[in-house]
């Protein structure tokens, strides 16, 4: 019998991983094996563990990847997978390969950092500490990926293909509609990644991707994410607040210190500042984009026009490459990260990791939330146990390289910025289904997260709709 198993992302938002097995035989073997995301569980401690479990299945056994975008929930565990042995192709959307050609070496570099760092210092339980995967075998990965076009169907094996739609989440991100063959017959599943936000720009200031979430699917079984099943975005223009923030801070002498993505949502974020300054609105301070693939990150972009919102495309067209905006620094190597601990003057600092799980935010947050003058503006989402989620759940103190590090600085958090639907966004998606899945799982949410948004689907739309479970296999018949 063939099955969807859900290796990761089930319980929790981190560590997507679906694993698809065609066999018809019972026992597991006989048909092919595809994994849908290969993400690193992140955030607390128990689900950080998972990344050192190996698979239920060994990665050689596995004939290919599937992975919807490169946030690293999805796309982290990809350089572990390979460095276990799997030797199949990884198809992704032109974008995403470019994205994850800087995040994933990044990513093996933060490893390696992290692994030092404690060996450094002794605090581990270790000995050695050593880092999941290395800067080197996160390149290696990257011989492995096979770039695949939206709506170009792929044909993995007589009984299954899949395409990729958009889902508008972020530069490249996709939905992967898999069709199985059992005996003469047509199955869809839908794998949503995670989902953009619905075709309103007004409702998501500032979004690149233009379109929304592709409309009118079938599916027969929906694996869908959950991440804001019981929270709905604020509808109001967040600018108006982020400019009263940044100015109030810089009149009294503080910086600004936002954890970002690096790559999209920074650029997104610092085009809204470049028209705040234009305006009028906030004041012409200095602007520090802070990562290892900040210039990178900006060229990929400027590239991937093809997925630009009409206002994403006004804005370059008005401004031109970020690049070459005057007071805008991009800091790529360790010196210019550190020189910016210089700056005493108000300025803008935007570093990654965005949820503070390492990176070179952690300096920057360290020398300063202890001082009140300062400002940190979360403009992501914080899992549980991150030390995002604990500076922006308003708590005194925060450990960072092994110090408790009092926070007295300001802290304010902008939702609007959010690339996931919300329930209304994900009813008015679903609503433009052409039929009603057999079964919808839910996963990539916390648990009540999940459990708000199944009832309510229940409710709305009269669906079949279970919570999936870490290591549930379900049977697609
Ligand atoms: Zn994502």
């Known amino acids: 019998m063939a099955y969807i198993q859900f290796l990761g992302a089930a319980g929790t938002v981190t560590g997507s991983k679906h694993l698809i097995n065609t066999s018809f035989d019972g026992d597991g073997r006989g048909g092919i094996q595809i994994l849908v995301d290969c993400g690193m569980f992140q955030g607390q401690k128990p689900w950080r563990e998972r990344n050192w479990q190996e698979l239920p299945i060994p990665a050689k056994e596995i004939d290919a990847v599937i992975l ?89 094996s007589p009984e299954i293909s899949f395409r990729f739609v958009h889902a508008a989440h972020i530069l490249g991100s996709s939905m992967a509609e898999v069709t199985l063959n059992i005996s003469g017959q047509a199955r869809r599943m839908l794998f949503t990644g995670d989902i953009g936000r619905v075709r309103d720009a007004n409702v998501a200031p500032g979004k690149v991707v233009h379109s929304g979430p592709q409309e009118g699917e079938t599916a027969d079984v929906l694996v869908m994410e959950s991440t804001y099943g019981n929270r709905q975005h604020p509808k109001d223009d967040p600018r108006p607040a982020l400019a009263k923030a940044i100015s109030q801070t810089v009149q009294r002498g503080g910086s600004v210190v936002v954890p970002a993505f690096a790559v999209e949502r920074t650029q997104k974020f610092i085009f809204m500042l470049k028209e705040l300054m234009e305006a009028g ?179 709305e739309l009269g669906w079949n709709v279970q919570v999936a479970q870490w290591l549930q296999k379900a049977e697609v018949n």
């Open 68 to 156: 919807t975008h490169a946030h690293l929930d999805h796309c982290g565990w990809i350089p572990r997978l390979v460095k276990e042995g799997f030797r199949g192709p990884i198809y992704a959307t032109p974008a995403t390969i470019d994205l994850c050609g800087v995040v994933l070496p990044d990513s093996g570099h933060l490893q390696e950092e992290d692994a030092a760092f404690y060996n450094k210092i002794k605090k581990t339980k270790h000995d050695p500490a050593l880092p999941l995967y290395t800067l080197a075998e996160a390149q290696n990965c990257l011989h492995y990926f096979q770039a695949v076009q939206f709506g170009e169907t792929m044909q993995l």
């Open 281 to 459: 609105q906030i004041p012409k301070v200095p602007v520090f984009c802070d990562s290892p693939m900040a210039i990178k990150a900006v060229e990929i972009f400027l590239k991937h026009t093809e997925e630009y919102s009409d206002e994403t495309k006004r804005l370059i067209g008005q401004y031109g490459s970020p690049l070459t905006w005057p007071g805008f620094s991009f800091a790529s190597t360790a010196q210019d990260s550190k020189k910016i601990n210089d700056a005493h003057y108000p300025c803008i600092i935007i570093s990654s990791s965005g949820m503070v799980t390492g990176g070179r935010i952690l300096h920057h947050l360290a020398l300063r939330l202890p001082e009140p003058k300062n400002t940190v503006i979360f403009i992501g989402f914080q899992a549980p146990g991150t030390r995002g989620f604990t500076i922006k759940g308003g708590a005194p103190e925060v450990k960072i390289f092994g110090d408790i590090v009092p926070i007295r600085a300001q802290i304010t958090a902008l939702e609007q910025f959010s690339d996931h639907a919300d329930p209304p966004e994900l009813l008015e998606w679903l609503r433009t289904f052409k039929n009603k899945p057999a079964v919808t799982y839910l996963v990539h949410g916390e648990p009540s997260a999940s459990s708000q948004l199944r009832d309510l689907m229940t409710k």
